[in-house]
């Protein structure tokens, strides 16, 4: 059977049989080209001729086979802590700047009147966020997504229940700077021994991060040394009266044992 296929700007051939299914397995024809002969009517693409039909879905099998798995998941443990805390001193900085607006200061409070009161509305932001948007301002800052295993948008139940595991795990519900802190460390263990936070292991969500540019780093620290700068000032009346509470008490003590 001699084959007439159309090329470029104009039909070449005949073409033995032969010759075009060597060509076919060699890549050189992809199968859209419009081809003929003599028995049939017009001109039709190539894979639907049916002496050619196997060759293609054989190339196709072939090439679905030899696709790669997907690339490993790296943990990248300093972004995704950098780009929590980051979050969390933006709602703080959003938070306290209300109170200052509205006439209120701060008010220490019992460590479970404070989480409800300070952090519950932080929790709900960064649930609706993942569940939206997939993502937070760190994390977007640092090219983070948050997903499910089978890259697809958390349920806000599932956002809800990471972010608090989160707060509990990661974070150790921020009662005691020590606890925090011990928190971070078996969590930056678990991170580089599992590749993923415990908190994503018992909701089975899947983060995505990638090695960021260094423009990409620089804005970030530069947006987060204006947070943590624009926090200072509006928390700084606080924390002179606290201090002067502090060294009045030392001033008392030394007094005493003298």
């Known amino acids: 059977m001699?084959?007439?296929?159309?090329e470029g700007d104009g039909r070449r051939g005949p073409f033995e049989t032969y010759l075009v299914r060597g060509r076919i397995e060699e890549g050189e024809l992809s199968g859209d080209e419009l081809a003929w002969h003599k028995d049939q009517d017009g001109w039709v693409k190539l894979r639907e001729m049916d002496v050619f039909r196997s060759a293609f879905e054989i190339s196709d099998a072939d090439v679905s086979v030899a696709l790669p798995p997907p690339l490993p998941i790296e943990p990248y443990p300093f972004l995704r802590f950098f780009a929590r805390w980051f979050d969390i001193s933006l709602y703080l900085l959003f938070f306290f700047s209300l109170l200052r607006v509205a006439g209120q200061g701060?008010?220490?409070?019992?460590?479970?009147?404070?989480?409800?009161?300070?952090?519950?509305?932080?929790?709900?932001?960064?649930a609706a966020m993942l569940h939206k948007l997939a993502t937070s301002p760190g994390k977007y800052l640092l090219g983070i997504r948050v997903s499910t295993t089978d890259d697809k948008r958390l349920s806000i139940q599932a956002a809800l229940v990471r972010s608090l595991r989160a707060f509990i795990v990661g974070l150790g519900l921020m009662v005691s700077p020590i606890l925090t802190g011990i928190c971070h460390v078996y969590c930056l263990w678990y991170l580089l021994r599992r590749k993923e936070a415990p908190w994503d292991t018992?909701?089975?969500?899947?983060?995505?991060?990638?090695?960021?540019q260094v423009s990409a780093v620089l804005r970030f620290s530069l947006l987060f040394l204006?947070?943590?700068?624009?926090?200072?000032?509006v928390l700084r009346p606080v924390l002179d009266t606290r201090f002067e509470e502090i060294r009045e008490e030392v001033r008392k003590r030394v007094g005493e044992v003298r």
Do not use: D, H, K
């Open 2 to 6: 001699e084959i007439w296929i159309a």
């Open 106 to 126: 701060f008010v220490p409070m019992a460590p479970g009147l404070f989480l409800y009161l300070y952090f519950l509305p932080c929790l709900v932001l960064e």
């Open 202 to 212: 018992m909701t089975t969500t899947r983060v995505v991060a990638q090695n960021p």
């Open 226 to 233: 204006t947070v943590i700068s624009l926090l200072f000032v």
